[in-house]
């Protein structure tokens, strides 16, 4: 006897009530603790097509919709009588005729008449997408047989609509197609059709009760152990050096880090994985998924250690019974300033700090000769021999100054850390959100496991890097050359959410080594409204607006700890909290859009995008050169673009005139 779990049961289950959530949780224990139980009072559902389909009792109104075939029970379906009734008689369960994958599939002639006209009303004298394909190459894609005909029918206006009534891996293979890119055929030779990859993004065996209760305690995509067959090339397969992944927001590329993460703690007692990020907010978050995604393997968690690069510098120091003092960045800054007074030297304040911060202290620069002849490493800014002796008097003037005071700076204890390691505390390390990684931070990993088989991976997003310079990495010594991929499919974020928000970005993007990234060719899984963006005459119009936005979010039933507003900077603060009072809901939570990276919602309001707030003028006033201009002016379109990917399902934009020229692009758009 098996009893497995359906992401259509979790995600109807997260739709109820915490009291009712709570009645359908022993309900559920019941079930996995006998399925045949008179308790249940199951009741078998003539009226579905799938005769296999039964419901059982929850309380008078709540109902369990299962599958039971052979020695399989199936939760497939939570909800009130008449929708889980009607939920079950609109499906079946079947294995793929092609693929062996299970899969539940809506019934084509259920779907309501008037939707199919539509899309063959609307295919008339537009282009069909998939009209040229054959029913053998449908049917590798994951199409269900009797979709063939419908799916056929696709143009551009309805393709998300048809896809939408379809199994994930049919919805994201037409989707791929749509934009050009050809769909992997993922048939997989197997005797049970829970196994196949893509039936384990949708169905999880459960084998006790503490099991289902993780299960059943945490959302479908955060306890889940499955992956895209696309994705999981990046976990399993062998590289010989540093490897990356990288791909746009909500294509799964911190899943990707952590299923692999996991995949290498796995293979003996001798491995020790490192799990690193820039902040301690993402590191707990990342704690908090592999938590899940080693239910019951207490042994593979405990090799994992998770934690940000400069806590593991300050750790590898305590541990060498180093008394290290690490100065502040305000003290730095004060450091310079006497020095360049010392000096004498008339060389702006705002570059001086630049060069300290990107060169000197970055790249571990120790005397004058050295950085004489130093490239100028993602600087760009040529320099006279003359200046540059005139700037290390004041860099050396800092570094004596640290010295004799016995501190050093972070970048220059990874630096020495670097130097001196003897035995490597870990032998693999996963680094997520690399693209906002430092240049120690770079050595630091390297020297730890850069000459190990798998002992570097990262994952990253260029058109994310909101916190750090751009640097060639391979004068750091990692080069992912040939051992670098891209994810496609979007996974977390609309459609309509995910094509506004690229228009933010170029749909390509360069490293400082010429390396690039290109941002076509992907695809979201689900649709959803069409982003609203709002400029009003003044705040309190804008945050009433806001407030209704909220409201109208909470009618639909999005709770409130699934809904932010997000802020460029504390001064936009209380525009946000007016929008939460005249939503009459102070549960909402307020970020900070920095604070926000790597979180998701199901709706967001991005508010206060105005011209002096984004981009930032301040930041722009602190720019050195023209360089650090467009630098700081490329962070802040990146700032806007995180905030606007947390959003899953619904987006609000919105400024006070005159608006961000930001927020202009996406309303000419």
């Not at 809506?106 to 309501?112: G, L, M, S």
Request: charged share 25%.
């Amino acid at each position: 006897m098996t009893v497995l779990i359906a992401s259509t049961f979790t995600k109807s289950l997260d739709r109820l009530t915490p009291q009712e959530q709570a009645q359908v949780k022993v309900t559920a224990f019941d079930i996995q603790q006998n399925p045949e139980s008179a308790s249940l009072s199951l009741h078998r559902l003539d009226r579905a097509r799938d005769t296999d389909f039964w419901s059982a009792r929850v309380n008078r109104d709540l109902r369990i919709i299962l599958h039971k075939r052979g020695g399989d029970t199936l939760l497939a379906y939570v909800g009130h009588h008449d929708d889980a009734y009607a939920w079950a008689e609109r499906r079946r369960l079947e294995t793929h005729p092609r693929t062996g994958a299970a899969q539940i599939v809506e019934i084509r002639e259920t779907v309501e008449e008037v939707v199919v006209h539509r899309y063959v009303e609307e295919a008339i004298g537009k282009p069909l997408l998939f009209a040229g394909e054959s029913d053998d190459t449908l049917l590798d894609w994951g199409v269900p047989a009797d979709w063939l005909a419908t799916v056929r029918q696709a143009t551009e206006d309805t393709v998300l609509d048809i896809a939408g009534h379809l199994p994930e891996e049919a919805q994201q293979a037409l989707l791929s197609a749509a934009v050009g890119e050809r769909p992997e055929v993922r048939i997989v030779p197997q005797v049970d059709p829970y196994s196949h990859p893509d039936a384990q993004r949708r169905f999880r065996v459960i084998g006790d009760q503490a099991e289902l209760e993780a299960a059943l305690d945490a959302p479908w995509d955060e306890w889940a152990v499955f992956l895209h067959p696309a994705q999981r090339e990046f976990v399993e397969r062998d590289f010989n050096g540093p490897a990356r992944v990288i791909g746009s927001a909500g294509t799964g590329k911190t899943v990707v880090a952590l299923h692999r993460a996991v995949r290498l703690a796995s293979q003996g007692t001798q491995a020790q994985v490192l799990v690193a990020t820039f902040n301690a907010g993402l590191a707990q978050g990342l704690a908090s998924k592999l938590d899940h995604l080693t239910t019951g393997r207490p042994e593979v968690r405990a090799r994992i250690t998770v934690d940000t690069l400069g806590a593991i510098a300050a750790h590898l120091a305590a541990e060498a019974q180093e008394s290290v003092t690490v100065a502040s960045d305000a003290e730095v800054e004060a450091l310079l300033d006497k020095a360049a007074d010392a000096t004498g030297s008339t060389i702006d304040r705002s570059f001086l700090k630049d060069e300290w911060r990107l060169v000197v202290d970055a790249w571990d620069v120790r005397d004058g000769d050295a950085y004489r002849d130093l490239p100028r490493l993602g600087r760009k800014v040529r320099m006279a021999a003359s200046r540059r002796d005139e700037l290390w008097a004041v860099f050396a003037g800092v570094r004596a100054a640290l010295e004799a005071q016995g501190k050093e700076t972070a970048a220059g204890l990874m630096h020495r850390l670097s130097r001196e390691m003897k035995q490597a505390p870990f032998t693999h390390v996963v680094v997520d959100e690399a693209q906002d990684i430092s240049v120690p931070e770079l050595h630091l990993v390297a020297t730890m496991a850069g000459d190990r088989p798998n002992g570097l991976f990262f994952a990253g997003d260029i058109g994310q890097r909101i916190f750090r310079s751009a640097f060639p990495w391979k004068s750091a010594g990692i080069d992912v050359q040939g051992r670098s991929r891209s994810l496609k499919v979007n996974y977390r974020t609309s459609h309509q959410i995910r094509t506004r928000s690229d228009l933010l970005l170029p749909p390509r993007l360069l490293e400082v080594d010429g390396s690039e990234e290109r941002r076509v060719g992907v695809s979201s899984v689900f649709h959803g409204p069409i982003p609203r963006v709002e400029i009003f005459d003044g705040p309190a119009d804008e945050s009433a607006a806001v407030g209704a936005w909220i409201e109208e979010c909470r009618s639909e039933g999005i709770a409130p700890a699934t809904i932010a507003v997000l802020v460029r900077s504390e001064a936009e603060i209380p525009r946000a909290k007016a929008a939460l009072a005249a939503a009459g809901d102070q549960d909402v939570p307020i970020k900070l859009m920095h604070d926000a990276k790597g979180q998701e919602y199901r709706a967001v309001a991005v508010m206060a995008c105005d011209a002096d707030v984004l981009p930032n003028e301040d930041r722009l006033h602190s720019a050195s050169d023209a360089r650090a201009h467009r630098e700081i002016y490329d962070t802040e379109r990146h700032l806007l673009y995180v905030a606007a990917t947390r959003a899953r399902e619904r987006l609000w934009l919105s400024a006070c005139t005159p608006a961000s020229e930001f927020l202009e692009d996406l309303l000419m758009s």
